[in-house]
């Protein structure tokens, strides 16, 4: 990435939404078009990146801030010179430069499954982006069981707010916390993301699909990430929906993902530095509270990644994978490179200078003595 000042004089700036083969849609930044009638320039361009971006192996991403050029106003096309360097970048979603997480969940049709939002909550806080949570189907639930879920996620150290997008209840509160924001919505499937982007602006273009009858559970509608542009200023980023997160975070690092555990050792210690809040003795985190056993669960699911992965790792450096006929995959050892080298001629020509030396044999010339050799 290049170290471009995104602030450079005579630079048209603008924001990456969406990434489509080797096309890219940018939303320029106002504040950087010249008088000379580019302002009007109000939708995306499709713009095109500079070959010397690719051979210096610049990555485009969603969210990117780039600086653009040729820009053709009459067929709103333009090519992208230079990408700024970046704040944040995130691997999944692929999204750089992101402010939050919206976690976004339904309190009917499908029920809320606490392991699987725990697992969500821990992948969010895995980011290091602030984590908001919006319940929605608020409609469809009864108040007690609002209540019962925003009382349970406080305890959990998150503040949830209920919403009904039918209703278009709590959309006006949940889009001010969004405000000049790029935020990730992200959520299991059938929650209502789709409709909730509809609800936040209403131009988006989102596939809405509905929740299957037969399994209850939400169909994927979302196939890439996309930035939509929401009517008071900010992005919103539309996510792929999955249903389980992996937990493939470092071990060490896991107890700092739950706000419950970062309570409890703001105010007491362990007696080893190195617990794992299993079954170490004085341990300060072990104890009775709700999401413990998810901690244990997802802990031992990150050992088994770690394991895993160093395996695989310890394989591709003296195995080589090849593929055999019924597409599986193979681990033959790897052949030492210099017990299998044809030794060099110049190698050669040296061990015989050694055996003329050796036997006070004169020779004639060594060209003769390795044809006869």
């Known amino acids: 990435m290049t170290q471009t000042h995104p602030h450079a004089s005579n630079t048209v700036r603008g924001t990456v939404l969406a990434i489509q083969a ?4 940018v939303q320029l930044h106002p504040e950087t078009l010249p008088t000379d009638g580019l302002d009007a320039l109000q939708q995306p361009l499709l713009c095109t990146r500079r070959d010397r971006l690719k051979k210096i192996g610049v990555k485009v991403m969603v969210g ?4 653009v050029e040729k820009i053709d106003s009459r067929n709103a096309t333009a090519t992208i010179s230079d990408v700024f360097e970046r704040r944040n970048q995130l691997d999944r979603p692929p999204v750089a430069n992101a402010d939050r997480i919206l976690l976004v969940f339904s309190l009917a049709e499908p029920e809320p499954d606490p392991y699987q939002l725990s697992r969500f909550l821990v992948k969010g806080e895995s980011t290091g982006l602030p984590v908001l949570v919006a319940l929605n189907k608020a409609d469809l639930a009864s108040p007690s069981l609002q209540q019962e879920w925003e009382q349970r996620l406080g305890y959990w150290g998150y503040a949830a707010s209920a919403v009904s997008v039918q209703q278009n209840c709590g959309i006006q509160e949940l889009s001010q916390h ?3 924001r790029i935020t990730i919505i992200a959520g299991p499937s059938g929650v209502g993301k789709s409709s909730l ?3 936040l602006i209403p131009q988006a273009k989102v596939r809405i699909a509905a929740v299957s009858g037969k399994i209850a559970k939400g ?6 990430v996309e930035l939509f542009q929401l009517p008071q200023g900010g ?4 996510t792929p929906g999955f249903n389980q997160p992996d937990i493939t975070c470092d071990p060490k690092d896991l107890p700092q993902y739950f706000p419950e555990i970062r309570d409890r050792l703001a105010t007491a210690s362990c007696q080893f530095d190195d617990c794992w809040h299993r079954q170490e003795p004085n341990c300060a985190v072990r104890g009775d509270w709700e999401r413990y056993e998810h901690y244990l669960d997802m802990l031992a699911e990150a ?4 394991i895993a992965s ?3 790792r310890t394989q591709e450096s003296s195995l080589k994978q090849k593929t055999k006929s019924d597409h599986r995959l193979n681990y033959e050892p790897k052949l030492e490179a210099k017990k299998y080298r044809r030794r060099s001629r110049r190698s050669q020509q040296q061990e015989l200078q050694e055996v003329c030396e050796s036997l006070n044999d004169p020779c004639e010339s060594l060209s003769d003595l390795s044809q006869t050799y």
Do not use: G
């Open 22 to 25: 080797n096309f890219y849609r």
């Open 64 to 67: 990117d801030r780039v600086a």
């Open 178 to 180: 969004l405000k000049d």
């Open 197 to 199: 982007i509809h609800r």
């Open 219 to 224: 169909r994927h509608t979302t196939r890439h």
């Open 235 to 238: 992005l919103l980023a539309d």
């Open 303 to 306: 050992e088994s990644a770690a």
């Open 310 to 312: 160093h395996h695989t």
